[in-house]
């Protein structure tokens, strides 16, 4: 079946260095990829998407492309701050009548001032 | 609007006590999804709802899972006879019809002791 495999956490790194977190899928069809981020005492929330290859999501200035061929859609930021600590999720959805979202593990990213 | 909302936030019971979780869902999305966070597993879909009916239950990890939906709304998950390897997050996500981007609850922390 459809999976997700991130590496693991947890991810520790000083202020304004650059990240990368890694992910890849596998998948029967030609899923959606997302990144969802959960905030210390919040809940899940969508951080970007792509939907087809080659497209690149972003939003406050994570970044991850979509790439077919190598199955992957890791998660980069050019310099992060200490309020990007959180635990980030790649996900799946493999446009089934019932759209379920398959999660990867969780990598936890702390970020020191 | 108001988001997914989700009740109680926080629930802890005694093993073999049958608990109820409550979710409320962005108003006029028809699907519906429960998931379940544990610690260092990552997110495991239970069940999904389209409307008030579940046509894949395949998640539910066993017989003392149930849920159910009413009015294409609100949906309980109901555990019975809790068990210790039942606590976890249990998270609840909506979606509008033809749109694969879930909009999650703040989740409900259940402890089993």
């Known amino acids: 079946g459809d999976s997700v495999t991130q590496m693991e956490g947890p991810v520790t790194l000083s202020e304004e260095a650059f990240l990368t977190i890694n992910c890849t899928y596998t998948a029967t069809g030609y899923p959606s990829l997302f990144w969802y981020v959960q905030y210390p005492g919040e809940g899940l929330q969508l951080l970007l998407k792509a939907t087809k290859a080659d497209d690149k999501g972003s939003n406050k200035g994570f970044e991850a492309t979509y790439r077919k061929e190598t199955t992957s859609f890791h998660l980069e930021k050019g310099s992060v701050q200490v309020s990007d600590s959180a635990v980030y999720f790649c996900a799946l959805s493999d446009w089934s009548p019932d759209d379920k979202i398959i999660f990867g593990k969780g990598t936890r990213l702390h970020i020191l001032p | 609007g108001a988001g997914v909302s989700q009740s109680p936030s926080n629930k802890v019971t005694e093993k073999g006590k049958d608990v109820e979780l409550r979710c409320d869902p962005i108003s006029g999305h028809t699907a519906l999804y429960w998931y379940r966070q544990s610690l260092g597993q990552g997110l495991e879909f239970l069940i999904y709802?389209?409307?008030?009916?579940?046509?894949?239950k395949s998640g539910l990890p066993s017989d003392r899972f149930s849920a159910e939906r009413t009015g294409g709304s609100v949906s309980t998950l109901t555990i019975q006879r809790t068990q210790q390897e039942d606590s976890a997050v249990y998270l609840c996500a909506s979606n509008r019809q033809g749109g694969n981007e879930q909009f999650f609850g703040p989740g409900t922390r259940l402890t089993v002791l």
């Open positions: 709802f389209q409307g008030n009916s579940a046509p894949d």
